[in-house]
């Protein structure tokens, strides 16, 4: 199409003849525009999902602890039945349901942002090349993938795992947008946001950033259904529907990374996914820990846990694995007992929130008095890290729920690490 005036010269150069480089210029801006008309109501979601996000770990803290419990009852009862008793398939199935309950757990956790995170400093087009195989299985034969990366990205400081259930979502919810079959795109490029930058989304959190776009050849969504996608659960009538976490555990994931997820999205135009990474070229990558053994031989465990029914199963399975058990119902009591107790303590399990003083109040209180003493914080809540006092980086951390099997190789790996 052309626009003239009168004359035979036109006054607007028409679409065709406009350089590649200024046609790729033209879609991007109208894209930043199409950006910021449809996520200018971006802080009334950010605060509404804040509050949805707090009463989801809040949940997810009762839930685990719940969960820590059957784990560990459900332990012993296997091992007080001899092998062909036929109640060890019932416990079995108990085992597993717990399992899907840990997932649906971690979930809650992912999507209030107050999850425990392992950041590493990684180059992004390296994990998607990493996990375009398994993407191509899921998506099935009539969705075509393509990977359009960056050549020169910046790296970004990230938790790989995490990063991968984004990735996964997105291409959940793309895959059950185009049931006839698509395309699917992962685009990766690197993008500087000014503050002088008015129509850009991400001007309120200036800076350089990784940019994954994520975009689906579907149907699009309509306003009322994009303007909701990221909320847990959400549906609508009508045919056009999106339920569960998936979305709203990228939400989570994304924005406790540091970054933002944006929506782009029209009836007939597909949808894209927007998600910025605050670039991390400076950053240095972190270390992992190794793998221990789980029986204990004579080391002394100070256990404090304020929850009834997780405490006394630990104490019994951490007794049968042949170590000394102290155990305190809060941190008034764990105090009592280490003044009491004459002998060392190698290492105290503690839950991190907990009614009067916390874990991390707790282990800074006893370490003057015993600073050879290890501690292995346990929560089934991470916002406790955030909310309360602070943990180091170098701290222990077990998240519930766990079985009392992870638990022994959680010790063994903490008290066979060195001096």
Not at 111 to 133: A, C, I, W, Y
Not at 165 to 186: E, Q
Not at 199 to 217: I, N, T
Not at 354 to 366: I, Q
């Amino acid at each position: 199409m052309r626009t003239q005036s009168n004359s035979s010269n036109p006054v607007v150069r028409a679409v065709e003849d406009l350089t590649p480089e200024e046609a790729k210029n033209a879609a991007r801006l109208a894209e930043t525009r199409r950006l910021a008309r449809q996520n200018d109501d971006v802080p009334a979601l950010a605060q509404s999902m804040d509050a949805m996000g707090r009463l989801a770990g809040g949940i997810a803290h009762v839930f685990n602890n719940l969960l820590t419990a059957i784990a560990c009852e459900t332990e012993l009862a296997l091992a007080r039945l001899p092998g062909d008793e036929p109640a060890r398939k019932n416990l079995r199935e108990i085992e597993k349901v717990g399992q899907r309950g840990a997932a649906l757990a971690r979930q809650l956790l992912a999507f209030s942002g107050r999850q425990v995170l392992h950041p590493k400093v990684l180059q992004l087009n390296h994990l998607l090349t990493g996990m375009e195989d398994r993407v191509r299985r899921f998506l099935g034969p009539e969705i075509e993938l393509r990977l359009e990366l960056h050549p020169d990205l910046d790296r970004v400081q990230v938790d790989p795992e995490q990063i991968e259930t984004v990735v996964m979502s997105l291409v959940s919810n793309a895959r059950d947008a185009m049931p006839d079959g698509g395309r699917l795109t992962l685009e990766t490029m690197n993008a500087d946001v000014l503050e002088e930058d008015a129509l850009h989304p991400m001007r309120a959190k200036p800076g350089r950033y990784v940019l994954l776009k994520v975009s689906d050849s579907g149907p699009g969504m309509p306003d009322e259904v994009r303007r909701h996608a990221f909320e847990p659960f959400f549906s609508t009538k009508g045919g056009m529907e999106i339920t569960g976490l998936g979305l709203s555990t990228a939400y989570g994931i994304v924005t406790q990374s540091g970054g933002q997820i944006l929506t782009d999205s029209e009836p007939g135009s597909g949808t894209r996914f927007h998600i910025y990474l605050p670039s991390a070229e400076s950053a240095s990558v972190s270390e992992g820990g190794g793998e221990g053994q789980e029986t204990g031989e004579w080391e002394t465990l100070l256990l404090v846990e304020d929850e009834e029914n997780v405490r006394q199963p630990l104490i019994q399975i951490l007794g049968s694995r042949g170590y000394k058990v102290l155990a305190a119902a809060d941190a008034l009591e764990a105090i009592q007992i280490s003044q009491a107790h004459p002998g060392p303590i190698h290492l105290m399990i503690t839950d991190i929130l907990m009614d009067g003083m916390s874990g991390v109040e707790l282990a800074e209180r006893l370490s003057f008095k015993r600073p050879e003493m290890r501690v292995l914080f346990a929560t089934g809540y991470p916002a406790g890290l955030t909310e309360g006092a602070k943990l180091g980086g170098d701290a222990n951390l077990l998240k519930k729920p766990f079985s009392g099997r992870e638990l022994s190789t959680k010790i063994r790996e903490i008290l066979q690490g060195g001096d």
